[in-house]
T-cell receptor, first 113, second 113 residues
């Protein structure tokens, strides 16, 4: 099964609201990353959080990591229509490294104007 | 500009007709990988390469071949395509010095009829 699993699968909110997406994983990891994908396009790296970090910020993005629960959350504050995309978490197994970077199925975020 | 370039971007082909999807990166990255993306299944790794002449199977290698004769190129070969290989394909690369951030190509939509 997939290492990273996002929740919810789809999220629709009004512009200006905050969007929160969650990711759960199964094994011990070196780090966890979040990627964004506009419809049918390549994935773009958003943020990386290492296993010894608990929270990280980048602009309107806030990522948390709870290694005891094997979960992470991505918060997008003050959402904009341009944030409409699919968001994926990706994890690397502590034993296998980047060659086994495993992606979840993604959360499809829709921002309504 | 740092890029991962895939060609073709769109292709419709017939069952059994050999095809190659090319991938080239201009970042001198050691690691390259191929993924396929299917609805409900997320991104699944097909093959990866840690460096020139070093390739290994990912999670779904059946029906695919790869080669890594040069650092910048990592073509994906479908010797005898079948309809279940209809998918969106992504090439990706990274360098070990940049952590685990992966750079993706724009994707190749492949339909096998």
């Amino acid at each position: 099964s997939q290492q990273g699993e996002e929740d919810p699968q789809a999220l629709s909110i009004q512009e200006g609201e905050n969007a929160t997406m969650n990711c759960s994983y199964k094994t011990s990891i070196n780090n966890l990353q979040w990627y964004r994908q506009n419809s049918g396009r390549g994935l773009v790296h958003l943020i990386l959080i290492r296993s010894n970090e608990r929270e990280k910020h980048s602009g309107r993005l806030r990522v948390t990591l709870d290694t005891s629960k094997k979960s992470s959350s991505l918060l997008i504050t003050a959402s904009r229509a341009a944030d409409t995309a699919s968001y994926f978490c990706a994890t690397d197994d502590i034993y296998q490294g980047a060659q086994k970077l495993v992606f979840g199925q993604g959360t499809r975020l829709t921002i309504n104007p | 500009e740092a890029q991962v370039t895939q060609n073709p971007r769109y292709l419709i082909t017939v069952t059994g007709k050999k095809l190659t999807v090319t991938c080239s990166q201009n970042m001198n990255h050691e690691y390259m990988s191929w993924y396929r993306q299917d609805p409900g299944l997320g991104l699944r790794q097909i093959y990866y390469s840690m460096n020139v002449e070093v390739t290994d199977k990912g999670d779904v290698p059946e029906g695919y071949k790869v080669s890594r004769k040069e650092k910048r190129n990592f073509p994906l070969i479908l010797e005898s395509p079948s309809p279940n290989q209809t998918s969106l394909y992504f090439c990706a690369s990274r360098t070990y010095s940049s952590g685990n951030t992966i750079y993706f190509g724009e994707g190749s939509w492949l339909t096998v009829v």
